[in-house]
């Protein structure tokens, strides 16, 4: 069907950046997808019949996607910093934190600790934290650092603590109080199947979900996630770059031909160079070879409420505690008990969560009729992994589900169903995704979220982490070595290695 400079196989977001920039440069570039529409996980879409709201579906706030990436390709997205970072229900009361107001936050420390030291332990970490977010952030976008050289970079207490030892460790030994301690463990687990206490990948989780753009503020995009892929995709074809969607891969050769299909058969197109956008195991798949499948680790389920569930604190606004990550059951222990089960076997008896509702900060994703009497609310379960729902995984599903509103409801003051929204065939506005179900109607190996285990974002062997083993071959998705989340800069990489190589 024609020869391109590049083939990009896979149109997510990564792979659409990657097309913009170097069609952007004068490269004759061709972008396939296997879905009806591009942005991968990064979408909006209405889930729920009759029920006019726009939900990020699967990937739902930004904080990776770098200022560099929107400015260099005129994206104009509009996004909105969260006032409040974070509550967090203890009993009667919770851990406020919020952005805006320091001496609110000392108060609520001391309402749930009984005093001030963790709160001052939590100045201290996440000064240190943000000192080393402002240090890696750069490097994200540059080809890979040593680590001796990050080591330099970051200081050798940061890299004591974020990098060379359990970051479970440092969180016991920096603070006292469970709660707090959990809060704090949550960013090493999402989509992380992991002891904090023990394994090291809970540390690349972590300095992921804190390091973005320099702050790691994870902001609201305006629109939903579907206006950051629409934007990507808007950039791409202004910068001259084909897309094709429903051509699903089929085969990617050495040589850089690339095979798909799509409603008129089998075709083949040649690239002078083929960045690739697809899941590890699938690329192994379409080149030829065999890899195990990862294993994702995460409850997605979306809601839309006919109103916000009342709080067991009177001293808190429902719209403050949920405009900001709700943590459900996240205290340090509580995270260790369900692991254990999880990796037992069993879904947790109190699964760890946290929700967030979008529509509180941005209305525009409800519909007209809807604004001012439904609100969206997305909780993601930890702790969740593939395995448990591989056997049966409709009575898995609907289990994992009655487990999670159960914890839901333990730390509210009324059941989080009497507050669902009916679409007028009179269901539930409930929506309930497994690993098993990302895998099947995503085509994630595993369901996992970040396409494999992450990677810390440095390297000894130089380069910009998106080489493979053949020359013609590189990666522009999370299956390089700095990827996961919505964020972008793989495809930037991937194509400024291609650029600097002519």
Request: glycine share 12%; hydrophobic share 40%; charged share 20%.
């Amino acid at each position: 069907m024609g020869a391109y400079d590049v083939v990009v196989a896979g149109g997510g977001h990564n792979g659409l950046v990657a097309a913009a920039y170097l069609a952007g440069a004068g490269r004759r570039v061709l972008v396939l997808e296997r879905l009806g529409h591009v942005g991968g996980l990064a979408i909006s879409a209405r889930a729920f019949p009759g029920v006019d709201v726009r939900l990020s579906r699967y990937s739902y706030l930004v904080s990776l996607l770098p200022d560099k990436i929107v400015r260099d390709l005129g994206l104009g997205l509009e996004v909105r910093r969260r006032r409040y970072a974070s509550y967090t229900p203890k009993g009667g009361t919770g851990l406020l934190v919020d952005n805006e107001d320091q001496a609110r936050t000392a108060e609520s420390f001391r309402s749930v600790t009984g005093g001030d030291a963790d709160h001052k332990a939590w100045q201290d970490f996440y000064g240190m934290v943000a000192r080393v977010a402002r240090t890696l952030a750069p490097t994200l976008l540059e080809p890979l650092r040593a680590p001796a050289e990050i080591e330099r970079l970051v200081g050798r207490e940061a890299w004591r603590d974020l990098f060379a030892r359990p970051v479970g460790q440092t969180v016991d030994e920096r603070f006292a109080d469970d709660t707090v301690r959990g809060v704090v463990l949550t960013d090493a687990l999402i989509g992380t199947f992991a002891d904090p206490s023990e394994d090291l990948l809970a540390n690349r989780c972590f300095l992921y979900h804190v390091i973005g753009n320099g702050t790691g503020e994870w902001n609201v995009p305006v629109g939903g996630m579907g206006a950051v892929s629409a934007a990507l995709e808007s950039a791409a074809r202004r910068a001259g770059a084909e897309i094709r969607t429903g051509a699903e891969i089929v085969g990617i050769s050495p040589s850089g031909e690339v095979t798909f299909t799509d409603g008129d058969g089998e075709h083949t197109v040649t690239g002078g160079h083929v960045l690739v956008n697809l899941p590890p195991a699938v690329l192994e798949r379409v080149t030829g070879g065999r890899a195990e499948p990862p294993e994702g680790a995460q409850l997605k389920v979306n809601m839309v409420l006919s109103r916000l569930p009342r709080l067991k604190d009177p001293a808190v606004d429902p719209r403050a505690a949920f405009s900001g990550t709700f943590h459900i059951n996240e205290g340090r222990d509580q995270l260790a008990a369900a692991y254990a089960q999880a990796a037992g076997g069993s879904v947790p008896d109190l699964p760890p969560a946290e929700v967030y509702c979008h529509s509180l900060t941005d209305p525009s994703i409800l519909g007209p009729e809807l604004r001012g009497r439904a609100e969206t609310m997305t909780l993601f379960g930890l702790h969740m992994p593939a395995r448990l729902f591989r056997q049966d995984p409709e009575g898995a599903r609907a289990r994992a589900l009655r487990a999670t509103f159960a914890s839901l409801d333990s730390v509210l003051a009324e059941p989080i169903e009497d507050c669902l929204l009916r679409a007028p065939d009179g269901s539930p506005c409930v929506e309930v995704k497994t690993p098993v179900d990302l895998e099947t109607e995503a085509g994630l190996p595993g369901g996992h979220i970040f396409h494999r285990d992450l990677s810390w974002p440095y390297g000894e062997g130089g380069g910009w982490g998106v080489e493979t083993a053949h020359e013609r071959v590189l990666l522009c998705g999370a299956g390089a070595v700095r990827g996961g989340g919505v964020s972008g800069i793989p495809g930037h990489n991937a194509a400024m290695a291609l650029l600097a190589r002519r």
